[in-house]
């Protein structure tokens, strides 16, 4: 007679949590930016690995404390860790990525680009993001010392003082964004018409001028011996930006702003490229800036990225 065995236990399945306080890919990749580990990040919030590894892959929820010690951990807003809040939709339009939403209060219903946040935190508009990443696969050296082109060379590859720039797509909300980077086309986009860098829209102007804000060794670096003008590749900012910015950004350590009643576009920053033996261009291994009309036999060899204005009339401004 043989004795029946009893069927094994089942586990009882798992399910993720319908709720989590922490984004968890915005977790993982504040993690690899500053080059931590799991265990070292889990050592330094004062958890196990085993539950920092659940909190990234999202089966588990970051309570509100330990997210407040994991960005402090990562030296980040908390804000940027945070589940996104959930906004309805009227119709099925597919957002461009999973992290953002479009802020309407922040929007036009015509011209005004959408204001893109991750997690909570505002994206500015000028913010380079990882999926727009550089092609110049295409850039050649044109024979008998004409400088640099591209095989395939469009006219808006040129400004309107014939140097060339750095071809990159436009994918705003593509990837993650990075923050201390500006898009070279949104950047001088904004400096030329004079829009804010973190909305978009136009930036406010008073009887002393547009505002602009920078880090303070920056500023003063460009301003040398002057105190009225200095130099940035800084887009102006509207002052409620402008206040957001000095609360939130992690790498305006030491803000200042200025209006400036007169900026002017100075030149470019980018870098320099050398012909080799078969027409290719090779970098010269440094970035450089470029004023315009100066040397055209240099300009001809720079390849731009970012637009410099000069300050000028400059006074200190509060927010």
Known sequence: MTTEQPPPRQRPPRFRPSTLHQEPEAVTWAR???????????A???ISEQLMGEI??????ATPANLRKIASALNCPVAVLERKRHYASDDNTTRP????RESSDLMSTTTQPAQLTWGRLPVPYAAAWTGEEPDISRLIARPFGAGLAYSDER???RDEHGVLWARIPTRPGSGRPVFEAMHSVRQREALLHRLCQVCGKPAERNEQG?????????LTRAMGDSADQGFTSKPPICPPCARLAVELCPHLTDPVCVRSANPRVWGVSGGFYVPNHDAKAIPYPADENLPYRHRPDLEKWFLASQLIVHLTKCTPANL
């Open 44 to 46: 330094a919030v004062g």
């Open 56 to 61: 990234e892959s999202g089966w588990r929820s």
């Open 97 to 100: 990525n999973h992290h953002l």
């Open 210 to 218: 547009w505002l602009f804000l920078s880090q303070y060794t920056h």
């Open 32 to 42: 690899e930016r500053v080059g931590f580990t799991k265990r070292a990040l889990a």
């Open 155 to 157: 006219p808006e590859d």
